[in-house]
């Protein structure tokens, strides 16, 4: 058996000559996908579809893909984002095309750019959630929101494999609101058919990255502390974008332009 020259790569692969970045949606069932079970499905995808990812180097190669601020499990989300180097130069939406192609539904890859710099990592900051709480009134959701954002610090406990941390809420918390509520008798009564569901209160939550990340979990359990709002049902969380939050409370696409340097503060 031929030897590896001392020095020498053990498995040399082609250089990556391009970056491509890709939004995808976690949809439907899929949501209870974990972080790994999506990276394993974007790996066996690269594969089927023939994209010229490049490797790593080494005794076992894998395909350069780079996640940034994956959902959590069980939370559907229709801004994922994934990062990938090629050994080719390669028109971005034909990657989109053929990986959409090749993961199964659920895993739907909506838009494609050339990587440019800044860093992916560095075009984020925050991400907007859209929370669905069935089986509460509408008053009391609106009571319970208005009294957490009253709030200058919220904490809540989460238990982890390496312990348990303390975590504000609050602090991340930009913006919390609840769109106006129609009762499901309502809108059966506009429809002229009879009521099928229970009053549904819509959140919408911009949330700032923080250490550790604050989940949409971590939300309704600062509702829970300030104002012992409970929901009888699971409730929905669906993150709708992610980007630089500007001053005007909007998130910055980060597959669009790169973003205007920020001025910091005196003494940064």
């Not at 034909?94 to 800044?118: F, I």
């Not at 059966?188 to 009521?195: L, T, W």
Request: charged share 25%; net charge neutral.
């Amino acid at each position: 058996m031929a030897r590896v020259k001392a020095g020498a790569a053990a498995n040399p692969a082609p250089p990556t000559v391009q970056r491509v970045r890709l939004r995808f949606a976690k949809r439907g069932r899929l949501r209870f996908l974990s972080h790994r079970d999506v990276a394993r499905s974007f790996e066996r995808a690269v594969r089927r579809a023939g994209v010229p990812v490049s490797h790593s180097h080494g005794f076992s190669p894998h395909p350069r893909l780079s996640w940034v601020g994956a959902a959590p499990t069980g939370a559907a989300s229709e801004a994922e984002y994934v990062e990938m180097g090629l050994t080719r130069e390669v028109d971005p939406e034909l990657v989109r095309d053929a990986m959409d192609r090749a993961l199964p539904d659920g895993l739907d890859v909506l838009e494609a750019a050339v990587a440019e710099p800044p860093a992916l990592a560095d075009r984020i900051d925050a991400g907007r959630w859209r929370l669905e709480i069935r089986g509460v009134p509408g008053a009391d959701v609106e009571k319970a929101v208005a009294e957490l954002m009253a709030r200058d610090s919220v904490t809540v406990i989460r238990v982890t494999p390496s312990g348990r941390k303390e975590i504000d809420v609050r602090a991340a918390l930009a913006a919390l609101t609840v769109e106006p509520q129609v009762s499901a008798d309502a809108a059966a009564a506009a429809a002229g058919s009879p009521a099928q569901a229970p009053d549904c209160a819509i959140l919408t939550a911009v949330v700032r990255q923080t250490t550790p990340t604050v989940r949409p979990d971590d939300v309704l359990g600062a509702l829970a502390v300030v104002a012992d709002l409970a929901p009888p049902v699971p409730v929905t969380a669906t993150r709708l974008a992610q980007g630089l939050l500007d001053d005007g409370g909007d998130l910055v696409d980060p597959l669009g332009a790169a973003p205007a340097t920020r001025d910091r503060p005196a003494g940064s």
